[in-house]
């Protein structure tokens, strides 16, 4: 029983270690007084956060004002702020996470703002009414997964 449970711990740091993700230090690009809004929630890994990094140099030089938040903190957000909403995170056994599920459940009437990228490894992640992108983290496709963000981006905040 005792090895048993040695083992169970193991796998369980391992597993932690090697697939948990980091935690993203909020932060601000632009005046919050700018009349469009956008908020990026995001888990932080190298992929995650090079993507989001993109994303705000491509808009650099336009007037939004873009809050980058950890996506574990989507239950203190007030959509109503927000003229759009990305989010950026990992689903495990194709299910997205309970915060994240629980706000697009609390907010039924308002999915129009929302754009996900699930890193799942599979192309036919969906939710209903949500404008779902998914696939694997693999560095060389965030010019790919920059363009498809930014496109359907633009068709809610333009």
Do not use: C
Not at 123 to 140: H, T, W
């Amino acid at each position: 029983m005792v090895i048993l449970f040695i083992l169970f711990a193991g796998f369980w740091v391992w597993y932690e270690y090697t697939y948990s993700m980091d935690t993203v230090i909020p932060f601000e690009m632009n005046d919050p007084n700018l009349e469009t809004k956008v908020l990026i929630a995001s888990q932080g890994s190298r992929f995650k956060d090079s993507l989001v990094q993109r994303i705000l140099r491509y808009y650099d030089k336009d007037s939004i004002y873009f809050k980058v938040i950890d996506a574990y903190t989507l239950f203190t957000v007030n959509i109503n702020k927000w003229d759009a909403i990305l989010i950026i995170n990992s689903w495990e056994y194709a299910s997205p996470p309970r915060n994240v599920k629980k706000f697009i459940k609390n907010h039924p009437h308002q999915t129009d703002k929302l754009i996900i990228l699930s890193t799942v490894g599979s192309y036919n992640m969906v939710l209903k009414d949500v404008d779902m992108i998914s696939g694997e983290s693999i560095i060389e496709k965030i010019p790919q997964y920059t363009d498809i963000i930014i496109q359907r981006l633009d068709k809610i905040i333009k």
